[in-house]
């Protein structure tokens, strides 16, 4: 066999149970009664009392069982003096059952109670033909059907604050959630924008430097120190203008706007300065491009001049840029193969800040090697439409 233990009643219900129970004593004590002339005098009525007094402490753990067995000890209570605290506990057993039961329990009660009173009512005027029949109806409305409604509507006002609590902490947590994404967003923007603007500049450095120090030619140091200081500075300007954004300072001092693809002529310019063959063509008109696609286009540009410095074979390298009327090629082809002058060591993080950029504005990103007329080449593809969902804007 299994022993099932009862759950302890709360504390607040032994003082209900107690007050319940000495104040029946107290109005016994006093000969207050409710009835006379009924069948059983005298002491009796404590019995109903006790017994409504022990179903107090299930109110809350045990609200169905307590209100049934409170229903048969008020019946029984008619035979007997009667008391008022028999009644009164009887009403708080009918609260709490609406309170503390079941959900469905808690919608009968109240119906249950209003079609009882209703044919209390008409049962005692068919009865007795007078209209005091009316007052026995109120009473039993009083103390089943108002304690039952009662509870139902603290219970449905309970369980809108919870809802609302609930939904509450729901908003909190999405805000939360939302917060997070953005911060994460931003903080990988920042890091593909400080990876672009600075990795070319310390890249030619470092390899410009490791030629200075590995040949013994005074012509070809100066030259090597004069690219490290342009880049230097250049690098400097770069960070300066990026510690400027995200500062956002206002007042007078305002951060340098974005690159556009206006200076693809000078970037080109800059990696012939540090060692790079290129060649840049443009086709079609790139005037008036979303600022996000033009960005993005610039920003693969540099990256890809970066790889192909530190990286690239010696050899020739193009870029091409083309505007067709959805959207915007890039394609950067460097050399493929080892080489043999110094080289700057690289993380990845230059690709999957390109395929990164490609994918917020929903477009597409290729880097590889490949075939073609020049030989084995490496070449960088990305695709940037024009017109993207207002979803992916944000992005951006």
């Known amino acids: 066999m299994h022993r099932t233990d009862l759950p302890r009643p709360h504390r607040d219900d032994v003082r209900i149970a107690v007050v319940g129970l000495l104040g029946g004593l107290a109005l016994w004590g006093i000969g207050l009664r409710m009835n006379t002339g009924r069948m059983f005098d005298g002491a009796w009525l404590l019995l109903p009392l006790c017994v409504m007094a022990g179903l107090e402490l299930l109110r809350r753990t045990r609200p169905r069982f307590a209100v049934i067995a409170g229903t048969v000890a008020l019946v029984a209570d008619q035979f007997t003096q009667g008391s008022l605290a028999t009644v009164l506990m009887y009403t708080d057993l009918m609260y ?100 672009d603007m600075v990795a070319n500049h310390l890249s030619a450095i470092a390899i410009h430097s490791t030629a200075a120090l590995s040949i013994d030619d005074d012509a070809t140091t100066r030259t090597a120190l004069e690219t490290i200081r342009e880049n230097s500075v250049d690098g400097l300007a770069e960070m300066r203008r990026l510690i400027g954004i995200l500062r956002d300072a206002g007042g007078d001092t305002e951060p340098a706007a974005a690159p556009t693809l206006d200076g693809l002529a000078a970037l080109v310019e800059q990696s012939r300065t540090n060692g790079l063959d290129v060649a840049l063509s443009v086709f079609g008109d790139t005037d008036a491009l979303p600022a996000p696609v033009e960005l993005a286009a610039y920003r693969i540009v540099q ?15 193009t870029v091409t840029v083309e505007r067709a009327d959805d959207r915007v090629e890039v394609r950067v082809s460097s050399a493929y193969g080892d080489r043999d002058g110094p080289r700057a060591p690289g993380s990845g993080a230059g690709l999957v800040g390109m395929r990164e950029r490609a994918a917020l504005l929903g477009g597409t990103f290729e880097a590889g090697p ?11 593809r990305a695709r940037l439409p024009l017109d993207r969902p207002a979803s992916e804007r944000e992005l951006t």
Do not use: C
């Open 96 to 195: 709490a059952g609406a309170l503390y039961g079941t959900p469905a329990a808690a919608r009968r009660l109240p119906v249950g109670t209003g079609l009882v009173t209703v044919a209390f009512t008409l049962g005692f005027l068919a009865w007795w033909r007078r209209p005091e029949a009316i007052l026995v109806g109120t009473a039993v409305g009083l103390v089943s059907f108002g304690p039952a409604a009662t509870g139902m509507l603290v219970r449905g006002h309970r369980e809108t604050a919870a809802a609302e609590r609930l939904r509450a902490e729901q908003t909190a947590l999405l805000a939360e959630m939302d917060r997070v994404q953005a911060v994460a967003a931003e903080r990988a923007r920042m890091a593909r924008e400080l990876h």
């Open 303 to 317: 990256e890809s001049l970066t790889n192909a410095l530190k990286h690239a074979a010696p050899g020739p390298v």
């Open 370 to 380: 490949e075939d073609s007329a020049q030989g084995r080449t490496w070449a960088v």
